[in-house]
């Protein structure tokens, strides 16, 4: 199946990492530097595919204790232009500056969706991060089916339905969220959003990290997108770069970190 083959080609690439701000986490970070008397920024959240917004609820309560509004948007998940649309309402609601922060299919969401003004940085979490043009299945095919970039498991055997993509809970226990308690895994395989193909294929027009600062958090042992596809496109980017030790859903297995990182975003100049 066509859609089979797109998302087998979803990861991967080999990269030797140069002149790129790297810092990696094995811990908690100490606490970050006051912000100041300055308005805080909103915190926007945008989930990925397989997901939905209660992805983020271990980080949410760190950020609200620090003095963050947040506000996690629940895409649907139907196509790039209706997520972003959802973003863009979330951001619309924000009364200040905003900090987008995107996981997995979340960072082609915020790629296109951070050109708002109000927009002040992304972070990607996990994420893809295109260019001008591209889309999750070229950034896959060039990958793999040019270059022959090795693939990692997570998309080997997909469920389409109607359209509509979703993973086997034996993915999400082995794959998705491999370092997460398997009760907690189950929960997620059981409330796992449903992704249409359409989304495989929808291209970004512009980029906002060409004109915002970015920050970028690779999953070492994330198994759903390659660590090295992470890492070229955070070099692509020229985003701050983080490196944690963790499966595809991160801010589930390591939120404290998660936190760390988007604060630090949210508290740069």
Not at 3 to 18: H, N, T
Request: glycine content about 6%; aromatic content about 6%; hydrophobic content about 40%.
């Amino acid at each position: 199946m066509k859609v089979k083959k797109s998302l087998l080609l979803i990861s991967g690439a080999i990269l030797i990492c140069m002149s790129l701000s790297v810092i990696s986490f094995t811990e908690a970070p100490q606490q970050p530097i006051s912000s100041g008397k300055e308005e805080k920024p909103t915190i926007v959240l945008v989930h990925g595919a397989f997901a939905d917004g209660s992805s983020w609820n271990k980080v949410i309560p760190i950020l609200q204790e620090k003095g963050y509004k947040t506000i996690a948007v629940q895409n649907p998940l139907t196509s790039l232009n209706d997520d972003v649309a959802f973003v863009e309402r979330a951001i619309a609601e924000a009364p200040g500056k905003v900090i987008l922060v995107g996981h997995s299919w979340g960072g082609v969401v915020i790629t296109q969706a951070g050109n708002n003004e109000k927009v002040k940085s992304l972070v990607y979490v996990a994420a893809y991060a295109p260019d001008e043009g591209q889309s999750v299945e070229s950034i896959s095919n060039d990958a793999h089916g040019v270059r022959k970039i090795p693939n990692v498991p997570g998309l080997a055997e997909p469920i389409v339905t109607d359209g509509y993509i979703r993973l086997k809970e034996e993915t999400i226990i082995k794959h998705f969220a491999q370092d997460l308690p398997q009760k907690e895994a189950k929960v997620l395989a059981a409330g796992q959003g449903r992704f249409h193909v359409s989304t495989i294929s929808a291209k970004v027009s512009n980029p906002a990290w060409k004109n915002k600062p970015s920050y970028f958090i690779v999953s070492d042992n994330d198994q759903m997108i390659s660590p090295q596809l992470e890492r070229e496109m955070a070099k692509n980017i020229r985003a701050t770069t983080y490196h944690i030790p963790a499966s595809h859903v991160v801010m589930l297995s390591k939120p404290a970190i998660v936190a760390e990182v988007i604060l630090r975003a949210a508290q740069t100049e």
